[in-house]
């Protein structure tokens, strides 16, 4: 009976180890690879950082220079069909989501529904500064 009380003890002490490292290394994976990456607020480094990363793509491909330009040209021509899509689509998805916001707040009471609209002020400033810093960048030279 003891034998059995103390294989549990350790069989639940493993667990909670297991899941203690487990989230360690996930927060330590976020924390580098993930939120790490914005922690670059020059626009240059941005750039060159990027154009770092591109070249070494191409050199682990082993492309030529010409096939290194028409890619850079392909590369070009998609982020701007990319743009124009969400040029087009934009109104689209926004009306989507002030329309479910309406919906929502109809649900809400009073104290509810401010803060509601306070945490959305915050989501919608942040995508809005994280958008203005990524035309910033774009408009910085970040070219393949």
Partial sequence: MIVNYLKAKVLVFGVFFI???TGVLIA???TTRVAGAPDIVNPQER???AQKDIN???DYVGL???Q???VHKIGEDTRRQLREFREETQPRLQAIQIGGRAKIRMLLNDEQRKKY???HRKKDQQIKDRNQNFKNDRGAGSSQ
């Fill in 28 to 30: 330590n994976f976020y």
């Fill in 56 to 58: 070494k793509f191409y």
């Fill in 68 to 70: 290194r330009e028409e």
């Fill in 47 to 49: 750039a060159q950082r």
């Fill in 64 to 66: 030529t220079a010409e």
């Fill in 19 to 21: 899941g203690i490292t």
């Fill in 117 to 119: 609209d306070e945490f």
